[in-house]
């Protein structure tokens, strides 16, 4: 599975921006995504994933209520729209895949980098306040 996650660039604090992030897999309705963060000199951190049918998501505590993730099965993408964001959500915002044949809900288990099998290049958010 190859992912492109694009969308990311500079914005001002209380701005907002959506990253995306598409899939080479045909099967890409059958996969758990996830996206995750790197600030500098941070270690990667979880931000959101979500479930095959895009109806079951989980969220990191610092983006609740401000980001939302969601996947269009169609275009084998999923979406990351960040809002009311703030300098510390400045950081590389990877998209992340991992198959998941139990078609189930996610949770504290996806939130973890080393739950997911494959990985995008990365794209840059920068908030200025």
């Known amino acids: 599975v190859q992912l492109q996650a694009f969308g990311g660039g500079s914005v001002q604090a209380g701005g907002s921006l959506r990253l995306s992030c598409a899939a080479s897999?045909?099967?890409?309705?059958?996969?758990?995504m996830g996206w995750f963060r790197q600030a500098p000199g941070k270690e990667r951190e979880f931000v959101a994933s979500?479930?095959?049918?895009?109806?079951?998501?989980y969220y990191a505590d610092s983006v609740k209520g401000r980001f939302t993730i969601s996947r269009d099965s169609a275009r084998n993408t999923v979406y990351l729209q960040m809002n009311s964001l703030k300098p510390e959500d400045t950081a590389v915002y990877y998209c992340?895949?991992?198959?998941?044949?139990?078609?189930?809900?996610?949770?504290?288990?996806?939130?973890?980098?080393?739950?997911?099998?494959?990985w995008g290049q990365g794209t840059e958010v920068t908030v200025s306040s």
């Open positions: 979500i479930n095959w049918s895009g109806a079951s998501t």
């Open positions: 992340a895949a991992v198959w998941d044949p139990r078609l189930g809900r996610v949770g504290q288990d996806t939130g973890y980098w080393h739950h997911y099998d494959y």
């Open positions: 897999e045909r099967t890409f309705s059958t996969y758990v």
